[in-house]
Protein backbone atom coordinates (compact mmCIF):
# COMPACT_ATOMS: atom_id res chain seq x y z
CA UNK A 1 0.00 0.00 0.00
CA UNK A 2 2.83 2.30 1.06
CA UNK A 3 4.47 1.51 -2.26
CA UNK A 4 1.52 2.74 -4.29
CA UNK A 5 1.37 5.61 -2.66
CA UNK A 6 4.77 6.65 -3.26
CA UNK A 7 4.55 5.48 -6.92
CA UNK A 8 1.18 7.93 -7.06
CA UNK A 9 3.39 10.79 -5.74
CA UNK A 10 5.87 10.88 -8.02
CA UNK A 11 3.37 10.70 -10.72
CA UNK A 12 1.73 13.58 -9.14
CA UNK A 13 5.07 15.23 -8.73
CA UNK A 14 6.55 15.02 -12.17
CA UNK A 15 2.69 15.81 -13.65
CA UNK A 16 3.54 19.07 -12.00
CA UNK A 17 6.67 19.66 -12.57
CA UNK A 18 5.75 18.95 -16.47
CA UNK A 19 2.46 21.04 -15.87
CA UNK A 20 4.78 24.39 -14.25
CA UNK A 21 7.57 23.52 -16.73
CA UNK A 22 5.21 24.29 -19.50
CA UNK A 23 3.29 27.31 -17.66
CA UNK A 24 6.60 28.88 -17.25
CA UNK A 25 7.31 28.25 -21.06
CA UNK A 26 4.28 29.42 -22.34
CA UNK A 27 4.94 32.70 -20.27
CA UNK A 28 8.06 33.22 -21.47
CA UNK A 29 6.93 32.26 -25.46
CA UNK A 30 4.61 34.93 -25.12
CA UNK A 31 6.75 37.43 -23.32
CA UNK A 32 10.00 37.35 -26.07
CA UNK A 33 7.98 35.57 -28.86
CA UNK A 34 4.43 35.61 -29.23
CA UNK A 35 3.02 38.88 -28.02
CA UNK A 36 6.09 40.63 -30.20
CA UNK A 37 4.99 38.65 -32.85
CA UNK A 38 1.00 38.84 -32.65
CA UNK A 39 1.85 42.89 -31.97
CA UNK A 40 3.97 43.28 -35.25
CA UNK A 41 0.86 41.95 -37.17
CA UNK A 42 -1.35 43.74 -35.62
CA UNK A 43 0.55 47.08 -36.43
CA UNK A 44 0.97 46.07 -39.71
CA UNK A 45 -2.39 45.22 -40.57
CA UNK A 46 -3.72 48.39 -39.39
CA UNK A 47 -0.71 50.19 -41.81
CA UNK A 48 -1.65 48.37 -44.61
CA UNK A 49 -5.19 49.93 -44.53
CA UNK A 50 -3.54 52.94 -45.45
CA UNK A 51 -0.77 52.95 -46.04
CA UNK A 52 0.78 51.53 -49.28
CA UNK A 53 4.21 50.08 -47.67
CA UNK A 54 5.07 48.59 -44.68
CA UNK A 55 5.55 48.73 -41.04
CA UNK A 56 9.05 47.55 -38.72
CA UNK A 57 9.41 47.27 -34.83
CA UNK A 58 12.92 46.59 -33.58
CA UNK A 59 12.11 45.53 -30.43
CA UNK A 60 8.57 44.59 -28.33
CA UNK A 61 8.98 44.45 -24.43
CA UNK A 62 6.16 42.38 -23.21
CA UNK A 63 5.42 42.66 -18.98
CA UNK A 64 3.09 41.06 -16.96
CA UNK A 65 3.28 43.83 -13.98
CA UNK A 66 4.80 47.15 -16.30
CA UNK A 67 4.38 49.23 -19.08
CA UNK A 68 4.60 47.48 -22.33
CA UNK A 69 7.73 49.10 -25.03
CA UNK A 70 7.82 49.18 -28.82
CA UNK A 71 11.25 50.86 -29.50
CA UNK A 72 12.35 51.72 -33.35
CA UNK A 73 8.89 51.39 -34.82
CA UNK A 74 9.50 52.79 -38.56
CA UNK A 75 7.31 53.08 -41.42
CA UNK A 76 8.60 53.15 -44.99
CA UNK A 77 7.35 52.77 -48.61
CA UNK A 78 8.21 50.03 -51.08
CA UNK A 79 10.94 51.86 -52.02
CA UNK A 80 12.35 51.68 -48.27
CA UNK A 81 12.02 55.87 -48.09
CA UNK A 82 11.23 56.25 -44.12
CA UNK A 83 8.20 58.29 -43.43
CA UNK A 84 7.92 57.94 -40.37
CA UNK A 85 9.67 56.95 -37.35
CA UNK A 86 9.78 56.82 -33.81
CA UNK A 87 11.83 56.13 -30.95
CA UNK A 88 9.58 54.17 -28.34
CA UNK A 89 6.03 54.27 -27.23
CA UNK A 90 5.11 53.06 -23.84
CA UNK A 91 1.98 51.39 -23.00
CA UNK A 92 0.14 51.79 -19.76
CA UNK A 93 -2.31 49.31 -19.11
CA UNK A 94 -5.09 48.92 -16.13
CA UNK A 95 -6.43 45.84 -15.05
CA UNK A 96 -3.04 43.72 -16.26
CA UNK A 97 -2.89 40.88 -15.83
CA UNK A 98 -6.63 40.35 -16.04
CA UNK A 99 -9.55 39.59 -18.66
CA UNK A 100 -10.25 43.07 -19.37
CA UNK A 101 -6.99 45.42 -19.66
CA UNK A 102 -7.59 48.89 -20.12
CA UNK A 103 -5.28 51.24 -22.04
CA UNK A 104 -4.54 54.28 -19.70
CA UNK A 105 -1.47 55.84 -20.75
CA UNK A 106 0.92 56.60 -24.05
CA UNK A 107 4.09 57.92 -23.89
CA UNK A 108 5.77 58.49 -27.43
CA UNK A 109 9.26 59.86 -27.90
CA UNK A 110 11.77 60.53 -30.26
CA UNK A 111 9.24 61.06 -33.28
CA UNK A 112 10.38 61.90 -36.74
CA UNK A 113 8.20 62.56 -39.53
CA UNK A 114 9.52 62.51 -43.54
CA UNK A 115 7.86 64.36 -46.48
CA UNK A 116 9.67 62.98 -49.39
CA UNK A 117 9.57 65.40 -52.40
CA UNK A 118 11.06 64.50 -56.27
CA UNK A 119 11.62 66.77 -59.05
CA UNK A 120 9.58 69.26 -56.38
CA UNK A 121 6.40 66.96 -55.41
CA UNK A 122 5.50 65.39 -52.33
CA UNK A 123 3.45 62.41 -53.03
CA UNK A 124 3.07 59.78 -49.91
CA UNK A 125 1.95 55.96 -51.17
CA UNK A 126 -1.39 56.31 -49.05
CA UNK A 127 -4.31 54.31 -50.19
CA UNK A 128 -7.27 55.95 -51.60
CA UNK A 129 -10.29 55.45 -50.14
CA UNK A 130 -8.57 54.05 -47.34
CA UNK A 131 -10.70 50.65 -46.18
CA UNK A 132 -13.39 51.36 -43.49
CA UNK A 133 -12.51 50.74 -40.00
CA UNK A 134 -14.64 49.23 -37.44
CA UNK A 135 -14.50 51.31 -34.35
CA UNK A 136 -17.48 49.72 -32.26
CA UNK A 137 -15.87 48.25 -28.95
CA UNK A 138 -12.95 50.49 -28.95
CA UNK A 139 -13.96 52.33 -25.92
CA UNK A 140 -13.87 49.27 -23.98
CA UNK A 141 -10.53 48.76 -24.16
CA UNK A 142 -8.99 52.34 -24.61
CA UNK A 143 -9.86 55.05 -21.42
CA UNK A 144 -6.65 57.36 -21.80
CA UNK A 145 -5.67 59.17 -18.37
CA UNK A 146 -2.43 60.30 -20.30
CA UNK A 147 -0.99 61.19 -23.27
CA UNK A 148 2.64 62.40 -23.84
CA UNK A 149 4.41 63.22 -27.30
CA UNK A 150 7.71 64.80 -26.73
CA UNK A 151 10.83 65.32 -29.36
CA UNK A 152 9.07 65.52 -32.80
CA UNK A 153 10.53 66.82 -35.49
CA UNK A 154 9.49 67.00 -39.45
CA UNK A 155 11.66 67.61 -42.23
CA UNK A 156 11.60 68.12 -46.10
CA UNK A 157 13.83 65.31 -48.04
CA UNK A 158 14.59 65.50 -51.35
CA UNK A 159 16.07 62.92 -54.12
CA UNK A 160 19.28 63.58 -53.13
CA UNK A 161 19.17 63.27 -49.34
CA UNK A 162 18.98 66.89 -48.42
CA UNK A 163 17.08 68.04 -46.06
CA UNK A 164 15.65 71.02 -44.12
CA UNK A 165 14.27 69.85 -40.52
CA UNK A 166 11.52 71.89 -38.37
CA UNK A 167 12.32 72.51 -34.44
CA UNK A 168 10.88 69.89 -32.36
CA UNK A 169 7.02 69.65 -30.82
CA UNK A 170 6.06 68.37 -27.69
CA UNK A 171 2.27 67.36 -26.76
CA UNK A 172 1.29 66.97 -23.00
CA UNK A 173 -2.40 65.70 -22.37
CA UNK A 174 -3.60 64.71 -18.89
CA UNK A 175 -6.77 64.07 -17.91
CA UNK A 176 -8.53 65.40 -14.56
CA UNK A 177 -11.95 63.57 -14.32
CA UNK A 178 -14.22 63.89 -17.70
CA UNK A 179 -11.77 66.62 -19.54
CA UNK A 180 -8.55 66.25 -21.17
CA UNK A 181 -5.82 69.52 -20.38
CA UNK A 182 -4.07 69.58 -24.07
CA UNK A 183 -1.01 71.74 -24.38
CA UNK A 184 1.46 71.54 -27.30
CA UNK A 185 4.49 74.07 -28.46
CA UNK A 186 7.01 73.95 -30.84
CA UNK A 187 10.36 75.41 -31.17
CA UNK A 188 11.54 77.99 -29.22
CA UNK A 189 9.38 80.05 -27.29
CA UNK A 190 9.81 83.76 -26.91
CA UNK A 191 8.76 86.89 -27.62
CA UNK A 192 9.57 87.33 -30.99
CA UNK A 193 8.10 83.82 -31.66
CA UNK A 194 5.23 81.00 -31.05
CA UNK A 195 3.70 78.50 -31.79
CA UNK A 196 0.88 76.79 -29.34
CA UNK A 197 -2.19 74.86 -28.87
CA UNK A 198 -3.73 75.07 -25.36
CA UNK A 199 -7.23 74.17 -24.75
CA UNK A 200 -9.65 71.32 -23.23
CA UNK A 201 -11.31 68.22 -24.50
CA UNK A 202 -14.63 66.21 -22.55
CA UNK A 203 -13.36 62.60 -22.34
CA UNK A 204 -17.37 61.97 -22.12
CA UNK A 205 -18.57 63.99 -25.39
CA UNK A 206 -15.58 64.84 -27.23
CA UNK A 207 -16.25 68.57 -27.03
CA UNK A 208 -13.12 70.36 -28.04
CA UNK A 209 -12.23 74.08 -27.34
CA UNK A 210 -8.73 74.93 -28.35
CA UNK A 211 -6.82 78.17 -29.09
CA UNK A 212 -3.59 78.08 -31.55
CA UNK A 213 -1.26 80.75 -31.56
CA UNK A 214 1.23 81.54 -34.06
CA UNK A 215 3.90 84.35 -34.15
CA UNK A 216 6.22 82.44 -36.44
CA UNK A 217 9.75 84.72 -38.62
CA UNK A 218 10.01 83.10 -41.88
CA UNK A 219 14.20 83.54 -41.95
CA UNK A 220 15.68 83.98 -45.26
CA UNK A 221 18.26 80.44 -44.83
CA UNK A 222 15.73 78.44 -44.43
CA UNK A 223 13.04 79.46 -47.07
CA UNK A 224 16.26 79.30 -49.61
CA UNK A 225 16.48 75.75 -48.29
CA UNK A 226 13.00 74.16 -48.30
CA UNK A 227 12.69 76.13 -52.28
CA UNK A 228 15.74 74.08 -53.30
CA UNK A 229 14.28 71.16 -51.55
CA UNK A 230 10.89 71.75 -53.14
CA UNK A 231 12.99 71.78 -56.56
CA UNK A 232 12.41 75.70 -56.75
CA UNK A 233 16.24 76.14 -56.99
CA UNK A 234 16.80 79.94 -58.33
CA UNK A 235 14.79 81.50 -55.26
CA UNK A 236 17.71 81.86 -53.03
CA UNK A 237 16.16 83.61 -49.73
CA UNK A 238 12.96 84.96 -48.38
CA UNK A 239 11.75 86.50 -45.25
CA UNK A 240 8.53 87.74 -43.77
CA UNK A 241 6.44 87.30 -40.51
CA UNK A 242 3.09 85.02 -39.56
CA UNK A 243 1.01 86.18 -37.19
CA UNK A 244 -2.28 84.51 -36.17
CA UNK A 245 -4.83 83.47 -34.07
CA UNK A 246 -6.80 80.70 -34.62
CA UNK A 247 -9.86 78.81 -32.11
CA UNK A 248 -11.23 75.34 -32.78
CA UNK A 249 -14.11 74.15 -31.61
CA UNK A 250 -16.26 71.02 -32.03
CA UNK A 251 -16.33 67.40 -31.85
CA UNK A 252 -12.99 65.75 -31.46
CA UNK A 253 -14.41 62.22 -31.95
CA UNK A 254 -15.59 63.30 -35.09
CA UNK A 255 -13.10 65.28 -36.64
CA UNK A 256 -14.99 66.62 -39.54
CA UNK A 257 -16.73 68.70 -37.43
CA UNK A 258 -14.45 70.67 -35.80
CA UNK A 259 -14.49 74.21 -36.42
CA UNK A 260 -11.14 76.98 -36.71
CA UNK A 261 -12.19 80.08 -36.22
CA UNK A 262 -9.52 83.16 -36.57
CA UNK A 263 -6.88 85.32 -38.42
CA UNK A 264 -3.78 84.86 -39.73
CA UNK A 265 -1.63 88.11 -40.95
CA UNK A 266 0.97 87.89 -43.51
CA UNK A 267 3.40 90.66 -43.38
CA UNK A 268 7.12 92.00 -44.75
CA UNK A 269 7.09 88.46 -46.95
CA UNK A 270 9.73 89.34 -49.65
CA UNK A 271 12.35 86.67 -51.81
CA UNK A 272 15.04 86.94 -53.98
CA UNK A 273 15.71 84.76 -56.90
CA UNK A 274 19.41 84.61 -58.84
CA UNK A 275 18.03 87.28 -61.07
CA UNK A 276 16.89 89.86 -58.79
CA UNK A 277 13.65 90.91 -56.18
CA UNK A 278 11.04 88.32 -57.12
CA UNK A 279 8.43 89.54 -54.28
CA UNK A 280 8.79 92.16 -51.94
CA UNK A 281 5.96 93.96 -49.60
CA UNK A 282 3.57 91.07 -49.61
CA UNK A 283 0.33 91.80 -47.41
CA UNK A 284 -2.06 89.64 -46.71
CA UNK A 285 -4.74 88.85 -44.37
CA UNK A 286 -5.76 84.55 -44.30
CA UNK A 287 -9.55 84.78 -42.81
CA UNK A 288 -10.24 81.20 -41.46
CA UNK A 289 -14.06 80.69 -40.89
CA UNK A 290 -16.10 76.91 -40.13
CA UNK A 291 -19.57 76.58 -40.67
CA UNK A 292 -22.07 74.02 -39.17
CA UNK A 293 -24.10 74.26 -42.77
CA UNK A 294 -22.23 71.02 -44.31
CA UNK A 295 -19.22 70.91 -42.17
CA UNK A 296 -17.23 73.28 -44.32
CA UNK A 297 -14.17 75.25 -43.73
CA UNK A 298 -13.63 78.48 -45.57
CA UNK A 299 -9.80 80.13 -46.04
CA UNK A 300 -10.15 83.90 -47.69
CA UNK A 301 -7.48 86.04 -48.60
CA UNK A 302 -9.42 89.36 -49.15
CA UNK A 303 -6.87 92.36 -49.50
CA UNK A 304 -3.49 90.55 -51.20
CA UNK A 305 -1.29 92.91 -52.90
CA UNK A 306 2.36 92.74 -53.23
CA UNK A 307 5.31 93.73 -55.57
CA UNK A 308 6.05 90.98 -57.80
CA UNK A 309 9.19 91.29 -60.34
CA UNK A 310 9.02 94.64 -59.98
CA UNK A 311 5.43 95.20 -60.98
CA UNK A 312 1.97 95.26 -58.71
CA UNK A 313 -0.46 92.77 -58.36
CA UNK A 314 -3.75 92.50 -56.24
CA UNK A 315 -6.54 90.28 -55.62
CA UNK A 316 -8.76 88.27 -53.83
CA UNK A 317 -8.53 84.26 -53.28
CA UNK A 318 -11.39 82.02 -51.63
CA UNK A 319 -10.48 78.37 -50.12
CA UNK A 320 -13.22 75.90 -49.34
CA UNK A 321 -12.68 72.54 -47.63
CA UNK A 322 -15.16 69.97 -47.74
CA UNK A 323 -13.61 67.06 -45.38
CA UNK A 324 -16.39 64.41 -46.71
CA UNK A 325 -15.71 65.72 -50.07
CA UNK A 326 -13.27 62.72 -51.36
CA UNK A 327 -11.07 63.30 -54.39
CA UNK A 328 -13.03 66.72 -54.62
CA UNK A 329 -12.47 67.77 -51.13
CA UNK A 330 -11.44 72.00 -51.92
CA UNK A 331 -13.32 74.54 -54.17
CA UNK A 332 -10.97 77.36 -55.19
CA UNK A 333 -11.73 80.84 -56.38
CA UNK A 334 -9.34 84.02 -57.43
CA UNK A 335 -9.46 87.52 -58.63
CA UNK A 336 -6.02 88.71 -59.47
CA UNK A 337 -4.90 91.58 -61.23
CA UNK A 338 -0.99 92.72 -62.38
CA UNK A 339 0.40 95.32 -63.91
CA UNK A 340 3.83 95.90 -64.96
CA UNK A 341 5.21 92.65 -63.90
CA UNK A 342 8.78 91.09 -65.19
CA UNK A 343 7.33 88.15 -67.30
CA UNK A 344 11.12 87.33 -68.03
CA UNK A 345 11.75 87.06 -64.53
CA UNK A 346 8.84 85.05 -63.51
CA UNK A 347 9.05 83.00 -66.19
CA UNK A 348 12.75 82.20 -65.26
CA UNK A 349 11.72 81.55 -61.61
CA UNK A 350 8.92 78.97 -62.27
CA UNK A 351 10.19 76.94 -64.99
CA UNK A 352 14.39 77.58 -64.77
CA UNK A 353 14.13 78.37 -68.82
CA UNK A 354 15.81 81.65 -70.30
CA UNK A 355 13.25 81.41 -73.42
CA UNK A 356 11.47 84.25 -72.54
CA UNK A 357 14.28 87.12 -72.83
CA UNK A 358 11.97 89.77 -71.92
CA UNK A 359 8.49 90.84 -71.85
CA UNK A 360 6.25 92.82 -69.52
CA UNK A 361 3.11 91.86 -68.70
CA UNK A 362 -0.44 93.22 -67.11
CA UNK A 363 -3.68 91.87 -67.08
CA UNK A 364 -6.57 90.32 -65.00
CA UNK A 365 -8.00 86.92 -64.39
CA UNK A 366 -10.71 85.65 -62.67
CA UNK A 367 -11.44 81.37 -62.12
CA UNK A 368 -12.96 78.77 -60.12
CA UNK A 369 -12.69 74.96 -59.67
CA UNK A 370 -13.28 72.13 -57.55
CA UNK A 371 -10.38 69.63 -56.71
CA UNK A 372 -7.39 68.91 -58.88
CA UNK A 373 -9.49 67.98 -61.84
CA UNK A 374 -9.40 70.65 -64.90
CA UNK A 375 -12.62 70.03 -66.05
CA UNK A 376 -14.15 71.85 -63.16
CA UNK A 377 -12.02 74.92 -63.69
CA UNK A 378 -13.63 77.90 -65.03
CA UNK A 379 -11.40 81.22 -65.87
CA UNK A 380 -11.32 83.86 -67.78
CA UNK A 381 -8.79 86.90 -68.22
CA UNK A 382 -7.15 89.08 -70.50
CA UNK A 383 -3.33 89.68 -71.05
CA UNK A 384 -0.93 92.65 -72.44
CA UNK A 385 2.36 91.57 -72.96
CA UNK A 386 5.07 94.49 -74.14
CA UNK A 387 8.23 94.62 -75.65
CA UNK A 388 8.41 89.89 -75.71
CA UNK A 389 11.50 88.24 -77.01
CA UNK A 390 11.04 85.32 -77.11
CA UNK A 391 13.49 82.10 -78.10
CA UNK A 392 13.38 78.65 -78.55
CA UNK A 393 9.89 78.52 -78.36
CA UNK A 394 8.60 75.65 -80.76
CA UNK A 395 5.23 77.15 -81.65
CA UNK A 396 6.82 80.84 -82.28
CA UNK A 397 9.66 79.38 -84.76
CA UNK A 398 7.51 77.10 -86.61
CA UNK A 399 5.20 80.29 -87.24
CA UNK A 400 7.84 82.17 -87.88
CA UNK A 401 9.23 79.53 -90.30
CA UNK A 402 6.34 80.06 -92.93
CA UNK A 403 7.55 83.71 -93.15
CA UNK A 404 11.73 82.96 -93.23
CA UNK A 405 12.03 84.91 -90.34
CA UNK A 406 13.73 83.93 -87.43
CA UNK A 407 13.23 84.73 -82.91
CA UNK A 408 15.91 86.79 -82.55
CA UNK A 409 14.81 89.23 -85.58
CA UNK A 410 11.98 90.23 -82.87
CA UNK A 411 14.66 91.41 -80.65
CA UNK A 412 13.70 94.86 -80.85
CA UNK A 413 10.36 93.70 -78.96
CA UNK A 414 6.71 93.05 -79.66
CA UNK A 415 3.65 93.35 -78.00
CA UNK A 416 0.93 90.68 -77.27
CA UNK A 417 -2.73 91.08 -76.49
CA UNK A 418 -5.05 88.61 -75.87
CA UNK A 419 -8.31 87.52 -74.22
CA UNK A 420 -9.25 84.11 -72.92
CA UNK A 421 -11.72 81.97 -71.48
CA UNK A 422 -10.66 77.86 -69.90
CA UNK A 423 -13.88 75.64 -69.79
CA UNK A 424 -13.35 71.57 -69.46
CA UNK A 425 -9.68 71.52 -69.45
CA UNK A 426 -9.38 73.68 -72.62
CA UNK A 427 -8.14 77.57 -73.33
CA UNK A 428 -10.56 79.08 -75.68
CA UNK A 429 -8.78 82.24 -77.06
CA UNK A 430 -11.24 84.62 -77.94
CA UNK A 431 -8.44 87.12 -78.82
CA UNK A 432 -4.62 86.92 -79.53
CA UNK A 433 -2.75 89.84 -81.14
CA UNK A 434 1.11 89.82 -81.62
CA UNK A 435 2.97 92.96 -83.75
CA UNK A 436 5.63 93.58 -84.39
CA UNK A 437 7.69 96.25 -87.18
CA UNK A 438 8.23 92.79 -89.02
CA UNK A 439 5.67 90.57 -88.68
CA UNK A 440 1.40 90.64 -87.17
CA UNK A 441 -0.17 87.67 -86.67
CA UNK A 442 -3.55 87.28 -85.00
CA UNK A 443 -5.45 83.78 -83.70
CA UNK A 444 -9.18 83.56 -85.42
CA UNK A 445 -11.70 83.51 -82.62
CA UNK A 446 -12.18 80.46 -80.80
CA UNK A 447 -8.65 79.25 -80.90
CA UNK A 448 -8.61 75.93 -78.64
CA UNK A 449 -5.39 74.56 -76.38
CA UNK A 450 -5.88 71.25 -74.41
CA UNK A 451 -3.97 72.15 -71.06
CA UNK A 452 -3.44 68.36 -70.52
CA UNK A 453 -2.05 67.02 -73.79
CA UNK A 454 -0.88 70.48 -74.74
CA UNK A 455 -2.72 69.93 -78.16
CA UNK A 456 -3.84 73.13 -80.84
CA UNK A 457 -6.59 73.75 -82.77
CA UNK A 458 -5.90 77.36 -84.22
CA UNK A 459 -6.30 79.50 -87.28
CA UNK A 460 -3.47 81.93 -87.62
CA UNK A 461 -3.62 85.01 -89.92
CA UNK A 462 -0.70 87.26 -90.83
CA UNK A 463 2.14 87.97 -92.78
CA UNK A 464 5.36 90.37 -92.73
CA UNK A 465 5.23 93.89 -93.22
CA UNK A 466 8.06 95.74 -95.85
CA UNK A 467 8.53 98.98 -94.32
CA UNK A 468 11.83 99.29 -96.30
CA UNK A 469 10.83 99.20 -99.73
CA UNK A 470 10.12 102.20 -102.40
CA UNK A 471 7.93 100.29 -104.31
CA UNK A 472 4.13 99.97 -103.59
CA UNK A 473 3.71 96.95 -100.81
CA UNK A 474 0.50 95.97 -102.40
CA UNK A 475 1.58 93.27 -104.58
CA UNK A 476 4.12 91.88 -101.68
CA UNK A 477 1.69 91.82 -98.75
CA UNK A 478 -0.79 89.84 -101.15
CA UNK A 479 1.70 87.17 -101.89
CA UNK A 480 3.42 86.95 -98.21
CA UNK A 481 0.19 87.24 -95.91
CA UNK A 482 -1.28 83.64 -95.27
CA UNK A 483 -4.06 81.66 -93.15
CA UNK A 484 -1.99 78.60 -91.10
CA UNK A 485 -3.94 75.78 -89.30
CA UNK A 486 -2.12 74.85 -86.26
CA UNK A 487 -2.20 71.85 -84.88
CA UNK A 488 -0.11 69.50 -83.73
CA UNK A 489 1.18 70.40 -80.01
CA UNK A 490 2.82 73.43 -78.47
CA UNK A 491 6.05 71.13 -78.22
CA UNK A 492 5.70 69.63 -81.67
CA UNK A 493 3.22 71.98 -83.81
CA UNK A 494 1.96 71.25 -87.43
CA UNK A 495 1.79 74.12 -90.01
CA UNK A 496 -0.76 74.30 -92.61
CA UNK A 497 -1.00 77.47 -94.70
CA UNK A 498 -2.82 78.82 -97.73
CA UNK A 499 -2.07 82.45 -99.06
CA UNK A 500 -4.10 84.98 -99.34
CA UNK A 501 -5.59 86.28 -102.17
CA UNK A 502 -6.24 89.70 -102.62
CA UNK A 503 -6.15 92.38 -99.45
CA UNK A 504 -8.26 95.33 -99.69
CA UNK A 505 -6.58 98.71 -100.12
CA UNK A 506 -8.86 100.10 -96.90
CA UNK A 507 -7.40 97.53 -95.06
CA UNK A 508 -3.57 98.49 -96.03
CA UNK A 509 -4.32 101.89 -95.06
CA UNK A 510 -5.60 100.66 -91.69
CA UNK A 511 -2.30 98.79 -91.81
CA UNK A 512 0.08 101.38 -92.64
CA UNK A 513 -1.35 103.84 -90.30
CA UNK A 514 -1.16 101.46 -87.62
CA UNK A 515 2.73 99.86 -87.69
CA UNK A 516 4.42 102.83 -87.16
CA UNK A 517 3.37 101.99 -83.35
CA UNK A 518 3.28 98.45 -82.76
CA UNK A 519 1.73 99.38 -78.93
CA UNK A 520 -1.28 100.36 -81.27
CA UNK A 521 -1.31 97.45 -82.84
CA UNK A 522 -3.70 95.20 -80.50
CA UNK A 523 -6.53 97.21 -80.26
CA UNK A 524 -7.15 97.27 -84.10
CA UNK A 525 -5.47 94.37 -85.52
CA UNK A 526 -8.18 91.78 -84.79
CA UNK A 527 -10.72 93.59 -86.88
CA UNK A 528 -8.05 93.87 -89.45
CA UNK A 529 -7.45 90.18 -90.12
CA UNK A 530 -11.16 90.01 -89.48
CA UNK A 531 -11.40 91.73 -93.08
CA UNK A 532 -8.99 89.84 -94.39
CA UNK A 533 -10.60 86.71 -93.82
CA UNK A 534 -14.21 88.43 -95.41
CA UNK A 535 -12.18 88.89 -98.23
CA UNK A 536 -9.65 86.37 -99.17
CA UNK A 537 -10.73 85.01 -102.38
CA UNK A 538 -12.87 87.91 -103.70
CA UNK A 539 -11.70 90.98 -105.61
CA UNK A 540 -11.93 94.10 -105.15
Known sequence: MAKRKRRWLRILTVSLLILAILSVSVVLAAKFWIVPAVVRWQVNKAVAKQWDGEATIE??????????????????????REWLGVRSVKLSLRGFPGISPVLSGIQVEGVGLRAHFKDGKCAPPLLSPPESQDKSGVGRYVDLDTLKISDVTAAIVDESGRQFVTGKLDVNVMRRADVY??????????????????????????????????????EKNDAGKIAKIAAIDRIVDARG???GSIKITGDMYEPASLRPEGI??????????????????????VQISGGTRKKLIRITLPDLSATLCSGRIGGEISLTLDPAGGEKAFSYAASIRADGVNLAHLMYVATG????????????????????????????????????????????????AVFDIRSKQLALGATLKSSFRVENGIVLIDQANFGHTLLSLAVAPVGKVDIATHGLDLYVIGGPFDLLGKAPVIGRLSRKWFRMHVSGSWDSPKIGKEVLKDIPRGVLDLFTGTITDTRSLGGTLLNLLKKIGENNGTKK
Not at 197 to 212: F, K
Not at 265 to 283: K, M, N, P, Q
Request: hydrophobic letters at 40%.
Open 59 to 80: EVEFNYFSPIYLRGLSIRDRSG
Open 181 to 218: SVNAVWGKQDQTRKFSVTGTIRADSGQTDLDVRILQPV
Open 241 to 243: LID
Open 264 to 285: ILLTGFAARSEVGTLLESLIAT
Open 353 to 400: KRNLRSGTASGALAGSGRGFDLNDLRAKGELVVRNIHLVGNPLLDAIL
